[in-house]
């Protein structure tokens, strides 16, 4: 069977002119599951509470999404091949003044958080058990276990531009699909303001001065791996294909 191409593709998320989808049509839509006609949070991102959709300060946010094509024709397959595209893509946004600070979840049992929320046990990811504890943060992320009264903490690891690479293709590999993998593009030594935003109640106010204070921030959807979605008011999807020179990526894809 002849393979693919592979190919990074980037477009605008356009949700007034979806067909056979049951949202309302509004900004961060996808941040909710709508089957049963009544929006119930997915917990991509930990700081999104509810009915972010019809906050009016939130009605100008750019959502953009990049996807890489080639490996499989199922949208759930993550298509590994691209890891080392999508360390370069966030290292092109951090630039040289900010980092990310990406929290995910593995495969060990959810408790393993709430009961050792100070150390990390992911000691089947190579460097993660090396991580220096001052540089994670432990949030809420909003899943609850035990008929609603456990909290699910997420980690979220100072990451610089010079360690993305081995984060992402060790982490990647490893998170729990059940799980968004969530980033958020801050100056080095912004892990307080994490931990400070954990705290506060999960409001539109609240996402909205997260998104200011954030180049950018995106989300990984375990329906479609393969992409990642960003969330952000910094830049529209043609000067994002700039920033990361989408059309160097693509010619980096053609040869992996």
Not at 116 to 131: A, T
Request: hydrophobic share 40%.
């Amino acid at each position: 069977m002849k393979k693919e191409p592979k190919e990074v593709e980037l477009f605008k998320v356009n949700h007034g002119g979806r067909e056979f989808f049951d949202g309302p049509g509004k900004p961060l839509e996808d941040l909710y599951y709508w089957g049963s006609g009544n929006p119930v949070n997915n917990h991509e991102l930990a700081f999104a509470g509810v009915n972010l959709f019809d906050s009016p300060l939130l009605q100008e946010v750019e959502e953009i999404t990049v996807a890489f094509d080639g490996e499989s024709s199922n949208s759930r397959c993550r298509e590994a091949w691209a890891d080392p595209l999508r360390a370069e893509i966030l290292k092109r946004l951090a630039g040289k003044s900010n980092c990310w600070y990406i929290g995910y979840r593995s495969l060990w049992p959810m408790q393993i958080y709430d009961e050792y929320s100070k150390i990390l046990l992911d000691m089947h990811i190579v460097r993660l058990p090396m991580w220096e504890l001052s540089r994670v943060a432990f949030v809420d992320s909003g899943y609850r276990i035990g008929m609603g009264k456990g909290i699910v903490r997420k980690p979220i690891f100072e990451v610089t531009n010079s360690e993305i690479n081995d984060f992402v293709s060790e982490v990647w590999e490893n998170a729990n699909p059940a799980f968004s993998i969530e980033g958020y593009c801050l100056k080095l030594s912004r892990l307080d303001r994490i931990r400070n935003w954990n705290e506060e109640q999960r409001t539109p106010e609240l996402f909205w001065k997260i998104i200011n204070e954030c180049f950018a921030m995106f989300y990984t959807d375990g329906h479609e791996p393969r992409e990642l979605n960003f969330i952000t008011d910094k830049m529209d999807v043609d000067e994002m294909a700039k920033l990361i020179n989408l059309d160097e990526l693509q010619q980096m894809a053609l040869r992996l």
